[in-house]
């Protein structure tokens, strides 16, 4: 089983649907949550993150982490074409953690908004 | 302010031969890490690297080596490649080793036949 386990979809949805993408873990040393957005033939691109448990906003992306059920979700609203891409989830320890820089991904869920 | 370049872009290589990878850090960021993605596994960390010294390894065979220059800049290198080494390798770049956000590179696709 691996450690982080992540939907690969794909996700199809129409513009303007809010989108909820998911992942769940099983480390419990995990601190630090992160999603990611990569476009095809790019790199991953840090949308957010998080420490611990709770929300974060940040414009259309909402990102919750539930540390009781090892579960962290990526909302978007408003979803626009342009937010097309693969997302990827990702989890690191503390940074007191010798293995702090070690980013654990999950494998991506492909999104596709249409027009 | 650039971001993390990366070069190749692409390669193609022949089982049994060595390839050399090479990431520039985006200016004034200390910390690089490699990751390996492919479909199969996905996003699987290399190693890091920081003030030339690597300071952690994923759990990747011998033939997957790297280094770190004064500038930062950063190489890694595969050597006896193998089929199953066909994949997108990633370069991320941080400004130390307590900060949380990785901005990577596009990556260079390694095509291995």
């Known amino acids: 089983q691996k450690e982080v386990e992540q939907d690969p979809g794909p996700l199809s949805v129409p513009e303007g649907a809010i989108v909820s993408l998911n992942c769940t873990y099983s480390n419990s040393a995990f601190q630090y949550f992160m999603w990611y957005r990569q476009y095809s033939r790019k790199g991953p691109e840090l949308l957010m993150y998080?420490?611990?448990?709770g929300n974060k906003e940040d414009g259309r992306f909402t990102a919750q982490v539930d540390k009781s059920s090892k579960y962290i979700s990526l909302f978007i609203r408003d979803s626009q074409p342009s937010d097309s891409a693969t997302y990827l989830c990702?989890?690191?320890?503390?940074?007191?953690?010798?293995?702090?820089?070690?980013?654990?991904f999950g494998s991506g869920t492909q999104l596709t908004v249409l027009p | 302010k650039a971001g993390v370049t990366q070069t190749p872009r692409y390669l193609i290589k022949t089982r049994g031969q060595q390839v050399t990878l090479s990431c520039s850090p985006i200016s004034g960021h200390r910390s690089v890490s490699w990751y390996q993605q492919t479909p199969g596994q996905g996003l699987q960390f290399l190693f890091e690297?920081?003030?030339?010294?690597?300071?952690n390894k994923g759990n990747f065979p011998g033939r997957f080596s790297g280094r770190q220059f004064s500038n930062s800049r950063s190489e890694m290198n595969v050597s006896t490649l193998e089929l199953g080494d066909s994949a997108l390798y990633l370069c991320a770049s941080s400004f130390s080793t307590s900060t949380i956000e990785q901005y990577f590179g596009p990556g260079t696709r390694l095509t291995v036949t």
């Open positions: 690297y920081f003030s030339e010294t690597q300071r």
């Open positions: 998080t420490y611990s448990s």
């Open positions: 990702a989890m690191r320890p503390p940074l007191s953690s010798g293995s702090a820089r070690q980013l654990t």
